[in-house]
């Protein structure tokens, strides 16, 4: 769907920009849109998050005929209220939701510049590795960042080994607690450790060698990692199938007991991810953004992970793309696991304290272990 194909025959280049402009005509155009997508998981969560957050119901405003457009003015604004002032925001959707923190993956340079100050008193920040797989490819501003700030333009093995050192010492002093990684995204999960001399530091078109430096640069980040005793967020697949399989992870989880391996998503290997948990001390598994993709696959998370795994083997987190959606997701995620833990209570499988105590676990206590986070 080209979903900006009607604004750019109006004359603007998006929704939002018609919208500012001739309000009703742009969300006349909107709505048949959101109409075809409103039975996703990902327009529920959103819709339940305006609930939860702003008592508007937007799959009522979505779905209605009236030609009336104040409503959606109405919310328009107070959603632009509420970003104006956004660590104030923060602070009244935790209140609003029971959210403690944040986990926030993110570059090297938040540590150091953020437009925000506040905001790092509310969250904790996982350094993102993906663009040092993609060092010679790719040099972002956040690796140029990185180079100033370590002062290492690597061009060998030794070198890059002292740039990511000296990166992840960065990183450690500004109060990052972890790493996080998608290459799931893009290759397979197959992390075999390469000899230095088989390594190319140097942009290379050739697949095979690109895959070969970021074999290198798993490998020395995860050591990293581990002396730091950071966990290590991995996602696993939803895209890219079936190379985002998490199972050809072992030969990494192995050679790394000491760095715990969260795998995220997991959709649809969640047997596999299962696996993995309950075969080696450090893993672990987040159902993040399967409600987003569909309630029912959060739900079969649960049925798969609950009887199988011990209790502290998985958080229920929620990856959003904003306050709106973690709050919905949030919401659907405790009435999910309600549903599915009183069933067993009916079952006979736990009891009533138990079921309380493994939901605290799911939605609190594991993560805080993980990540080492004291409120």
């Known amino acids: 769907m080209d979903r900006n194909a009607e604004p750019r025959r ?7 920009e018609w919208f500012q402009k001739e309000p009703k005509q742009a969300w006349d155009s909107a709505r048949p849109i959101l109409r075809d997508v409103h039975s996703t998981g990902w327009f529920s969560c959103l819709a339940e998050g305006f609930r939860v957050l702003y008592n508007v119901d937007l799959m009522r405003i979505v779905d ?10 109405q919310l328009d604004g107070a959603v632009q209220r509420r970003y104006r002032k956004l660590t104030q925001w923060y602070k009244e959707a935790y209140e609003l939701t029971g959210i403690e923190y944040i986990l926030r993956p993110t570059q090297l340079e938040f540590g150091f510049q953020i437009e925000n100050p506040k905001e790092r008193e509310l969250m904790a920040p996982l350094l ?37 050192a000296k990166v992840f010492q960065a990183a450690d002093e500004a109060g990052f607690v972890g790493t996080k990684q998608l ?63 998490p199972l050809p992870l072992r030969p990494l989880i192995k050679a790394f007991p000491r760095v715990k391996f969260v795998l995220i998503h997991c959709w649809p290997f969640q047997k596999e991810s299962a696996f993995l948990a309950k075969s080696y001390a450090n893993v672990f598994i987040d159902t993040c953004w399967t409600p987003v993709l569909n309630l029912a696959y959060f739900k079969e998370s649960l049925e798969t992970y609950i009887g199988y795994l011990p209790d502290t083997k998985m958080t229920i987190g929620h990856d959003s793309t904003s306050v709106e959606m973690a709050a919905g997701s949030l919401s659907h995620c405790r009435a999910i696991a309600a549903r599915v833990l009183q069933e067993r209570i009916d079952d006979r499988q736990l009891t009533y304290e138990g079921a309380l105590s493994l939901a605290k676990c799911y939605f609190a206590d594991s993560a805080r272990a993980l990540y080492k986070i004291s409120i």
């Open 183 to 245: 290459q799931a995204y893009r290759r397979p999960l197959d992390f075999i450790r390469p000899k230095d001399s088989e390594v190319c530091f140097e942009p290379a078109k050739d697949r095979g060698k690109r895959l070969t430096f970021g074999n290198f640069v798993m490998y020395e980040c995860a050591q990293l990692a581990a002396e730091r005793d950071w966990p290590h967020q991995i996602h696993t697949g939803t895209h890219n199938l079936p190379d985002s399989n």
């Open 64 to 73: 209605s005929d009236s030609q009336n457009v104040e409503p959606i003015l």
């Open 10 to 16: 109006r004359g603007y280049t998006n929704h939002k």
């Open 128 to 164: 993102r590795i993906d663009q040092f797989c993609e060092f010679y490819i790719n040099r972002t501003g956040a690796m140029e960042y990185c180079v100033e700030k370590t002062g290492v333009d690597p061009t060998n093995a030794d070198e890059f080994r002292e740039f990511l």
